[in-house]
């Protein structure tokens, strides 16, 4: 065998993470700090005064998505995280079109986030703090710039890249819980029961429900960890033990986030949150009286767009593998690992499309449409992967010899009748330039149907069918 050649016993690195990596590989790429910034602003533009309420609900409704991923990692386990789930629930084919999906959403984290970063926040950060207004180019360097580093973390491993994130993701949660505390204490009315009235979101029901899918969003990245499946000791217990818990405390903490913000800011004045563009800075800054604090939750939110970048990176180039190993969409070079067991060469790809991608949707809407675009593109993205892996617990369950009515069947129902009514709120009616999101996900999809067409069909039944859990694992 050349290779070139697929094989389905060329794995990544076995038994090289635990617990606590999974848990903040899924929360690095949550991204609290980085979230407060860029996610929680953009649903507060919506939610406004009731922005805790829409964090709540999102926490639910995104708690019946989670499930889906808990049922599924009790027996099934791969680079391909829920590539594998699709295709033993729903098919090979389906489960190629899913993976996409899930690639496209984990890829554009990555892409938006750096957008973000050189284009909206540290343009934001000198014009409120340092009074300098910086040149409208200055954005592409500082993405291309942090490109480079996060590149050169992936390249290093998977063991380095997830120490580096449990170190930085400890100290930034901890400081995050203290500055929360602290700026509910600091404000007159602590205690608000106004801030749970969906009254106060902007356009009523409608901007409240645009709140709650933002919020969905923020929290649905603790599925993370599943694409690290191969390299895990016994995935089969600690990647759903991870998830849960990256998924419990992250939504704690951004229900504590939004309910700080908002009582602090004024759950009245809270129209005026998101044009801020720095509006947790600043609420440190003013509240607390105390600009060292200001510029600390600044560095920590910076590093967490670095991190929150590393671990889509991560998990995006562990798909491309899985999907170039079995021979299908990508090129068989994509599936072939380096000396430390690490799949460069898709990292290496997945960095320069990503920069590419950032780049051109910078230049050709500005960092802040360009932002917009990305952001809503992997939301959209990541609901459909959702949409397609809840469909496919129930049968796999089936096959398995035992189903749970609730667990297998009404949980993944919920949380499909959800995604519905986010996407009916996010597109109607459509607005420029978010609709080019689904625009954008249909012509990649349409590229990989027309990929499909080339590969054999032996090849293609035994796409995402690799599962590193010994086959007499129990049934779900």
């Known amino acids: 065998m050349t290779s070139a050649e697929p094989s389905a016993d060329r794995t990544l690195d076995r038994n090289a993470v635990g617990f606590w990596q999974?848990?903040?590989?899924?929360?690095?790429?949550?991204a609290?700090?980085?979230?407060?910034?860029?996610?929680?602003?953009?649903?507060?533009?919506?939610?406004q005064g009731a922005l805790p309420l829409a964090m709540l609900a999102g926490v639910i409704t995104a708690g019946f998505m989670v499930n889906t991923t808990v049922q599924f990692a009790k027996t099934i386990a791969s680079a391909g995280g829920f590539y594998g789930y699709i295709a033993h629930g729903l098919g090979s084919r389906l489960a190629i079109f899913g993976a996409m999906l899930f690639l496209l959403s984990y890829f554009n984290i990555l892409t938006n986030a750096l957008v973000f970063l050189g284009g909206v926040f540290v343009p934001g950060v000198a014009a409120h703090f340092l009074g300098i207004h910086l040149p409208g180019w200055f954005w592409w360097p500082v993405a291309l710039l942090f490109y480079g580093l996060i590149l050169a973390l992936a390249l290093r491993g998977i063991r380095p890249s997830l120490k580096y994130a449990v170190a930085t993701g400890t100290l930034e949660i901890v400081v995050l819980l203290i500055l929360s505390v602290l700026l509910i204490v600091s404000t007159p009315h602590p205690m608000s029961a106004a801030v749970f009235n969906p009254e106060w979101a902007a356009g009523g029901l409608s901007g409240f429900t645009h709140g709650v899918l933002i919020a969905m969003f923020a929290v649905s990245g603790s599925s993370a960890a599943v694409s690290l499946g191969e390299e895990t000791h016994a995935p089969e217990r600690r990647i759903r033990a991870a998830v849960i818990a990256a998924f419990l405390f992250s939504s704690f903490l951004f229900f504590l986030m939004a309910y700080a913000l908002t009582v602090a800011w004024g759950y009245r004045q809270m129209g005026s949150f998101a044009q801020s563009l720095v509006p947790g800075a600043i609420l440190v800054e003013h509240t607390l009286h105390s600009p060292a604090l200001a510029w600390l939750l600044i560095a920590l939110i910076i590093n967490s767009l670095l991190a929150g970048s590393l671990a889509p990176l991560l998990s995006s180039a562990r798909m491309v593998f899985a999907l170039a190993r079995d021979g299908v969409v990508f090129p068989p070079a994509l599936g072939r690992l380096d000396r430390?067991?690490?799949?460069?060469q898709a990292l290496i790809w997945i960095t320069l499309a990503g920069a590419a991608l950032s780049l051109a949707t910078g230049f050709w809407l500005g960092p802040f449409k360009g932002f917009i675009v990305l952001v809503t593109t992997s939301s959209v993205a990541l609901f459909l992967g959702h949409l397609l892996a809840n469909f496919a617990l129930g049968p796999y369950a089936r096959k398995c010899g035992?189903?749970?009515w609730f667990f297998h069947w009404v949980a993944p129902g919920l949380a499909s009748l959800f995604i519905a009514i986010a996407m009916v709120v996010t597109f109607i009616p459509p607005s420029f330039p978010s609709d080019l999101a689904p625009l954008f996900i249909f012509l990649s999809l349409a590229a990989v149907w027309f990929r499909l067409r080339r590969v054999p069909a032996q090849t293609l039944a035994r796409a995402g069918l690799l599962n590193v859990i010994d086959e007499g694992a129990p049934p779900i």
Request: proline share 6%.
């Open 32 to 47: 609290p700090a980085g979230a407060m910034a860029a996610t929680l602003t953009g649903a507060a533009v919506y939610a």
């Open 402 to 404: 035992r189903t749970h």
């Open 340 to 344: 430390r067991n690490n799949p460069a």
């Open 22 to 30: 999974l848990t903040y590989q899924s929360i690095s790429l949550i």
